[in-house]
């Protein structure tokens, strides 16, 4: 189905990219390796930031694009690395090294899938390989700074450890932040109006109210209060504002807008999104790749877990070699034949579509 050239090639440059260090917000060095890699394979490739991308060789503007896109940051290392994590041995079939699981062995799976058929002419739809930035804080310069300059895709692939299995939904995400006013007074006597309190009377809600709808794929919008805190120094002063931070997962079931129209309907204190970039993704079931999955055997799944994937706005699916569970862990790995599994499943996941 696939030469044996591309899997070493992937493994290579993944040794290459483990062996420099690629924070996120400093990921030049893997940047270039990325693009000389391309280069060397004849693949005209555009760069934005630290952001590489490439399209098929005979892409026809007509046609839909299927975007493949993973990322080439890290976190940094776990203090618990008993390995040096920039430092890619291979033992027992398993290649260590920071970023080898999240998301490295995606990342190469996906260009050597991309190269398999670089050059295919004929194909129903374009491919666009996009390896990008800042994944790991959900910043500003990594996939969503180069969405306006891409082929806008019919369909993504984003590459992250699912043990190859599908994620056909993953949940958003909504930050609140949250101000309750009340009156300054001295706690001694009956003066002014707690915002504390009236504070924990919303966060009482917000612990307590379940929105109605439940995503098949993702279970219920999930609501965390994280942080409390009041503008108070002294012990005898009634607060006259108290803050709170709330985590909302959201899913597939409603739009961030529709939760924060909700919310705000139900509470007294102030509340202001951070942001409404991270939104949550579905692919439908019947969907020609979702079908080509469960011919493949694999399991579909919601993942509670944000990606680059909440910032494409296309029809997209979560899949990659790995595991999730590795991910940000100490000795960080990733076996090599997964990425054989990597390449043959993005290849056949392909392969029923163009």
Request: with cysteine.
């Amino acid at each position: 189905m696939w030469n044996q050239a591309h899997y070493e090639d992937a493994v290579q440059l993944l040794k290459q990219l483990i062996a420099t260090p690629s924070f996120s917000k400093e990921e030049q060095g893997t940047a270039l390796l990325l693009g000389q890699f391309l280069a060397e394979k004849g693949v005209p490739y555009q760069q934005h930031l630290n952001n590489i991308w490439a399209v098929n060789k005979h892409f026809d503007p007509a046609k839909p694009t299927i975007l493949l896109n993973s990322h080439h940051d890290t976190v940094k290392p776990n203090p618990q690395y008993t390995r040096d994590p920039f430092s890619p041995d291979v033992v027992d079939g398993k290649l260590y090294g920071l970023g080898s699981n999240d998301a490295g062995g995606c990342l190469v799976s996906l260009l050597a899938a991309f190269l398999h058929f670089y050059e295919q002419e004929g194909m129903t739809y374009n491919i666009v390989v996009a390896i990008t930035a800042e994944e790991e804080i959900s910043g500003v310069n990594g996939i969503e700074s180069i969405l306006h300059v891409l082929p806008p895709p019919a369909l993504a692939i984003v590459g992250e450890p699912t043990k190859t299995d599908l994620a056909i939904a993953e949940k958003g995400l909504m930050v609140l932040d949250c101000v309750a006013h009340g009156r300054a007074g001295h706690a001694a006597r009956d003066e002014g109006e707690n915002a504390l309190y009236k504070a924990m009377d919303d966060i009482n809600w917000f612990r307590t109210f379940r929105f109605p709808k439940v995503s098949e794929a993702l279970g219920p919008v999930k609501m965390s209060v994280t942080v409390v805190q009041t503008s108070n120094k002294a012990h005898n002063v009634v607060p006259a504002e108290c803050s709170f931070v709330v985590d909302v997962r959201a899913t597939d079931q409603y739009t961030l807008e529709e939760m924060l129209e909700i919310i705000r309907s139900h509470v007294q204190c102030e509340v202001k999104p951070r942001s409404m970039r991270m939104r949550p993704s579905f692919i439908p079931k019947d969907h020609p790749l979702v079908q080509a999955g469960l011919r493949l055997g694999k399991q579909l799944y919601g993942s509670p877990t944000t990606s680059d994937q909440a910032l494409i706005p296309a029809t997209s699916v979560k899949v990659g070699p790995g595991d999730s569970a590795r991910s940000h862990t100490a000795d960080e790995f990733v076996y090599l034949e997964e990425i054989r599994q990597g390449i043959d499943t993005y290849i056949k996941l392909l392969s029923g579509l163009i």
